[in-house]
């Protein structure tokens, strides 16, 4: 990077992290240092909301994955404004009329301390599991700038995030992505209109998407009912619902960010937002992509996008052998080029003849060039056993470094670096909540002042922070983040959202029966998982549908015994 964009870089940090310390003053006690004293505006909680879930993850994987397998994607986020809707109807106002901390002291009210124990570990495990990997993302952008092992960027990026954490709690966390979120819409804007302006003469917008779409990259809705394909309609719609619904229903990094809001009808204000805008800004990130991929039709692609792994390859044995492969891939490059170029000929000309007969010729020149990229790919693998073989979350970073101009570099990463920042910011808060709130003032010390509770709040920040800091340094095992982070998801959530749907539905349901089906359950879909039984989107739908039909005939089996369900 230019100097210019070293400045927009560490400006953009400095005042982010100023700003959050700076307007979220010191916490003296765990409703302010947890709850923010439940004073936010709606628009705060709906930007607070959105980006909690929209991480470096989302602006660093999402282009790589719609360069690589196209706009299908966007069908994940389809059962999101249902869920937000129902979210408003049934969970805000029992929440909010509570006054509870997290979700799961609710769970004690209506059950009893083991089924609050057992969800409060459940979301510990999946929390700290993806925060991890929130962390990792922007590690990765360092690591290609300054071409160092990620686990030195890893350590950097965390330390930063704990310590806002730890001073301002949930108040610097909320302000700070107000000011993130901003940035964010701005700089993504920006970056479209850069791709576009960086297109050859004559290759507008549109016919840029035609020819993506000619080579399979438009592909934004599939009606076909298919379990076993991840993205289509029905996958969105239900099981993306499911998810959606217990993500920000049950999930405490997203619970604890609209219960900072001054009213029911502000909490819900701020997910309805979130239910509005989610899908256009997620199908513009990756229009993004799409538009990276065609810009890449005409300019040359690097071999493998991840240049660590390439460096470790030149550096080896193999170093001949994968020069050779650049070499082919070059000239397959060109080949593919002229074809590319036939068909935008072809598509002026408007005869269908011709634009079928140079869409065929250009498939070929891409398979051809995708062999010689799966051949370099298995000669890293040769090289080295644990090298990563996933380069999609490098795609949009190498277009960044390579053809941005200067000072909209530094932006581009400092917003990824911002969304990374916002959302394991939650994640460390909600952790912490939990850990404070559900156990060791619940369990371990339920009579301690409130002085006890803050520094325990502070302590668990700074412990969940290492924790999520050392799954990082194994997140490059993954591969793609965006996906790897919501099939990390999926194994867990159904199961904690059929434990609330019971909670709140099914009154005649018992403690003992709801706590028996979720652990059968998790042992289920963790299996289904591990086997890959079904696209990982529909684990969602089928836990919390087996939690709810378990928990309905254990309850009939097993005998009351004395215990009744709470009201």
Same mark, same amino acid.
């Given at each position: ?7 927009v ?5 400095? *005042? ?5 310390v ?36 989302t ?36 929440f ?46 360092l690591?290609?700038i300054?071409? #160092? ?21 949930t ?119 799409v538009?990276?991929? *065609? ?80 051949? *370099? ?11 990563? *073989? ?11 470094t ?71 340094l ?17 194994y867990?959530y ?59 005939? #254990? ?13």
């Open positions: 990077m230019s100097l210019p964009d070293w400045i870089l560490g400006v953009t940090l400095l *005042a982010i992290v100023a700003y959050g700076w307007k979220s003053g010191s916490s003296k006690n765990i409703d302010q240092y947890l709850m923010g004293s439940r004073s936010m505006p709606w628009y705060t909680v709906g930007l607070s909301v959105m980006a909690t879930q929209a991480s470096a993850i602006f660093l994987s999402a282009p790589g994955q719609a360069y690589s397998d196209g706009m299908r994607f966007v069908q994940f986020y389809f059962g999101l404004p249902l869920a937000m809707i129902v979210l408003c109807v049934t969970f805000v106002p029992i909010s009329r509570l006054k509870v901390y997290t979700a799961y002291e609710f769970l004690e009210q209506r059950f009893d301390l083991k089924t609050r124990a057992l969800t409060s570990f459940l979301f510990l495990v999946q929390r700290g599991l993806s925060t991890g990997i929130t962390i990792y993302a922007p590690s990765i952008i690591s290609t300054l071409n #160092i092992n990620t686990v030195y960027t890893t350590l950097f990026i965390g330390g930063l995030v704990i310590f806002y954490t730890v001073y301002g709690g108040k610097a966390v909320s302000y700070t992505q107000l000011l993130q979120m901003s940035i964010i819409f701005l700089g993504m804007f920006a970056a479209g209109v850069v791709v576009v302006m960086l297109l050859p003469q004559g290759i507008g917008f549109t016919k840029a998407l035609h020819l993506a779409g000619k080579l399979g990259r438009m592909n934004v809705i599939d009606w076909k009912f298919d379990i076993n394909n991840r993205y289509t309609v029905w996958s969105g719609i239900i099981g993306g619902f499911f998810l959606q619904l217990s993500y920000f229903g049950t999930d405490q990094s997203q619970v604890g960010r609209y219960l900072t809001g001054s009213s029911i009808g502000q909490s819900r204000l701020g997910l309805i937002m979130n239910g509005l805008i989610k899908i256009p800004m997620q199908f513009m990130i990756l229009l993004i992509g538009l990276v991929f *065609a810009f890449y039709q005409f300019n040359q692609p690097p071999l493998f996008f991840n240049r660590y792994e390439v460096k470790q390859v030149q550096d080896g044995k193999y170093a001949p052998d994968y020069k050779k492969l650049e070499d082919q891939y070059s000239v397959a490059f060109q080949q593919k080029k002229s074809k590319a170029d036939e068909l935008v000929t072809a598509m002026d000309s408007k005869d269908v003849g011709r634009i079928n007969q140079a869409n065929t010729a250009l498939k070929q020149a891409d398979a051809q060039q995708m062999t010689i990229r799966k051949n *370099a790919i298995a000669l890293m693998k040769k090289n080295n056993g644990k090298a990563d *073989a996933d380069d999609t979350n490098y795609v949009f970073l190498n277009f960044v390579h053809y941005l101009p200067r000072g909209l570099i530094g932006l581009l990463i400092a917003i990824v670096f911002l969304a990374s920042m916002g959302s394991t910011a939650s994640a460390l808060n909600s952790l912490a909540s939990t850990s404070v709130v559900d156990i060791y003032k619940r369990i371990i010390n339920p009579n301690g002042t409130d002085k006890n509770y803050l520094d325990a709040s502070r302590i668990a920040t700074v412990i969940w922070g290492l924790v999520c800091i050392g799954m990082a194994y997140a490059n095992k993954m591969g793609n983040l965006l996906e790897a982070v919501n099939q990390l998801g999926s867990i159904g199961t904690i959202l059929g434990v609330f749907v019971v909670a709140f539905y099914l009154k005649k349901i018992r403690g003992t029966s709801v706590f028996i089906a979720a652990v059968l359950t998790e042992l289920i879909i963790c299996i289904m998982g591990y086997y890959k039984v079904i696209a990982y989107l529909w684990l969602n739908a089928i836990g919390c549908i087996l939690v709810i039909v378990l928990a309905g005939l #254990i309850n009939v089996l097993i005998p009351e015994g004395g215990e009744s369900s709470k009201a």
